[in-house]
């Protein structure tokens, strides 16, 4: 956690000092699990995370477009809600994580008394079956919507907590061993260890954000 309260997640570079480049990293669940979180991100999704300038193709240009057509183009309001901020499939799991790079998931409901639905929704000025818009009632969080699994733990999202992870430059992930820390070594030509420094980083929203920006752009994500 960083010093103002915001939540962060650590991870522990080893650098190549002389040409400046991150080898690998070594990190436990908790930096993985956002890591592969980045996978479940709808595409408007990640246009909106980087204010249109995500610079993926023709993405941005496209939902401009969205944004600037006017309701009578769209079948309800609901439906340009939902291209400019779909909802992620896996937002459920991905509420447990320990340090979040999208926005609060919010839930509105039918509260028309004499429905007989109720019906729930992710997306704002969404119709009821009744005929009544939904309206906002609150964060959607994991006890709203669906009880726990059995299977998973409560802190669990998507890899087993007791294992710590090698994370190399271009996002390549494995379990950590002496083994794969050495074969990774040896890969980079690195003569002595001694030519190795390492670091560890405190990773807070903002910080992930930028990892998973350059992770859409370059294959040196880590070094950056």
Not at 32 to 47: A, C, K, Q
Not at 55 to 76: I, R
Not at 129 to 137: A, D, K, M, P
Request: glycine share 4%.
């Amino acid at each position: 956690m960083s010093s103002d309260g915001e939540p962060t997640v650590a991870v522990k570079l080893f650098i190549d000092k002389e040409k400046k480049k991150v080898l690998f990293a070594e990190s436990n669940k908790d930096f993985v699990d956002v890591l592969f979180s980045f996978l479940t991100l709808p595409l408007g999704t990640i246009v909106r995370l980087f204010d249109k300038q995500s610079q993926v193709g023709c993405l941005d240009e496209l939902y401009k477009s969205v944004e600037v057509l006017g309701p009578d183009h769209f079948q309800t309001k609901a439906c340009k809600a939902m291209l400019l901020s779909p909802l992620n499939a896996a937002a459920i799991r991905c509420n447990r994580l320990k340090v979040k790079v999208v926005d609060k998931n919010l839930m509105y409901r039918c509260k028309n008394t004499s429905c007989g639905h109720s019906t729930f929704s992710s997306v704002p000025d969404a119709i009821c079956s009744c005929g009544h818009v939904v309206e906002y009632i609150g964060e959607w969080t994991n006890k709203k919507c669906y009880p726990p699994v059995a299977a998973d733990k409560e802190d669990a999202v998507f890899v087993i907590g007791v294992a710590k992870f090698i994370v190399t430059d271009d996002l390549q992930v494995a379990p950590a061993s002496t083994r794969v820390m050495f074969s990774l070594i040896e890969k980079y030509g690195i003569p002595e260890k001694v030519n190795i420094q390492e670091k560890v980083l405190q990773l807070n929203s903002a910080k992930m954000i930028g990892l998973f920006r350059r992770a859409l752009l370059t294959k040196q994500v880590l070094t950056g």
